[in-house]
């Protein structure tokens, strides 16, 4: 089975600095999906970026990026120019693609503070 | 269109209770699920469903029960509650297509506290 580690329960950043969540994971399959939801005190979970384990690109949506290293396992995610609005839980998650499943394996989570 | 409607969004229960957290959604997914969420322990799937009439069990199904007679409602039962069932609960579906562009979209998540 597929498991998600975030090794930082908490982060904090400085308004308007750059912060970097990690996230490993493992898997023996070689096509897969992998997201970041954020979670601000409201809970709603809400996608933050993905990324499709075939594109050797990393993907980036404004202000978020991720450094998607296949060997490695590794999927960290980049906020850049932080906002107070961006303090919020991080999830990452990994989908697999075999049998048709949406199902979602979520790591713990990071809490990130955001200083002013 | 609303997404995904969860209901309650609170509820308190005593040990024994029953109780069905309600979850409809109005994008005609085919997929639909149920995770919990506990302090330091992420969210975890309970149950899952394809489609009308099918269902199957997630990461930790015990103590739950599910259904799937519409492709718009996918009900959460606790036939009776216990603690550990204390907890927020999601609702999320997608369109269910193998491509992979799919995302889930979530509830806005029940809170439930089990006396």
């Known amino acids: 089975a597929q498991t998600v580690t975030q090794s930082q329960p908490e982060m904090s950043v400085q308004e308007a600095e750059t912060v970097t969540l990690s996230c490993t994971y493992d898997?023996?399959?070689?096509?897969?999906?992998l997201f970041w939801y954020k979670q601000p005190p409201s809970r709603q979970m809400i996608l933050v970026i993905r990324q499709e384990a075939y594109k050797q690109q990393n993907a980036t949506e404004n202000r978020f990026s991720v450094n998607f290293q296949k060997a490695a396992k590794s999927f960290s995610l980049k906020i850049s120019d932080s906002q107070l609005g961006d303090a919020a839980m991080y999830f990452c998650a990994y989908r697999s693609l075999q049998g048709g499943s949406e199902k979602l394996v979520f790591g713990k989570g990071t809490k990130l503070t955001v200083n002013p | 269109n609303a997404g995904v409607t969860q209901t309650p969004k609170f509820q308190v229960l005593k040990t024994g209770q029953s109780m069905t957290l309600q979850c409809a959604q109005d994008?005609?997914?085919?997929?639909m699920s149920w995770y919990r969420q506990d302090p330091g322990m992420g969210l975890r799937l309970i149950h899952y469903?394809?489609?009308?009439?099918?269902?199957d069990q997630g990461e930790v199904p015990n103590g739950y029960n599910v259904s799937r007679s519409t492709t718009e409602d996918f009900p959460l039962r606790l036939l009776s509650a216990a603690p550990s069932q204390t907890s927020v609960y999601f609702c999320?579906?997608?369109?269910?297509?193998?491509?992979?562009?799919?995302?889930?979209?979530f509830g806005a998540g029940s809170r439930l506290t089990v006396l």
């Open positions: 994008m005609n997914h085919e997929y």
């Open positions: 469903s394809v489609g009308a009439g099918i269902t």
């Open positions: 898997t023996s399959e070689s096509d897969y999906y």
């Open positions: 999320a579906s997608s369109s269910g297509r193998i491509s992979g562009a799919n995302v889930l979209t």
